[in-house]
């Protein structure tokens, strides 16, 4: 069974920034692919961003482009979230997620493992 752990969210004001990681023991972490999603009171859980296994291949949703920076440290087992210019539709419960297979993209269902949440706050 693989953990997730995040840590970072918080409540920040618009135009700030927060940095969410998600730890896991696995020993196979740099064979997953890994993940953001967030989920919003009432709403579904959405793509947030992804990366490949190496590292070398990175995606996100639209709303969060040039805002959120996506990476991972195979030697550590972690990945990060770097946020900037937080907004307040930004509000969410933002959760790690891994896939043992390669990239196939933003529907929740393609990850075998989650988190269990971080929330992330942005006041106006």
């Known amino acids: 069974q693989v953990q997730l752990v995040e840590s970072g969210g918080g409540l920040v004001q618009a135009g700030g920034s927060l940095r969410l990681s998600c730890a896991t023991s696995?020993?196979?972490?740099?064979?997953?692919?890994m993940g953001w999603f967030r989920q919003a009171p009432g709403k579904d859980r959405d793509f947030v961003a992804a990366?490949?296994?190496?590292?070398?291949?990175?995606y996100y949703t639209d709303s969060v482009k040039g805002r959120f920076t996506i990476s991972r440290d195979n030697t550590k087992n972690a990945v990060y979230l770097q946020m900037n210019n937080l907004a307040p539709e930004d509000t969410a419960a933002y959760y790690c997620?891994?896939?043992?297979?390669?990239?196939?993209?933003?529907?929740?269902?393609?990850?075998?493992?989650w988190g269990q949440g971080t929330q992330v706050t942005v006041s106006s």
């Open positions: 997620a891994a896939s043992t297979a390669a990239y196939r993209g933003r529907n929740p269902s393609f990850y075998d493992y």
């Open positions: 696995v020993r196979t972490f740099s064979t997953y692919t």
């Open positions: 990366i490949n296994w190496g590292g070398t291949s990175t």
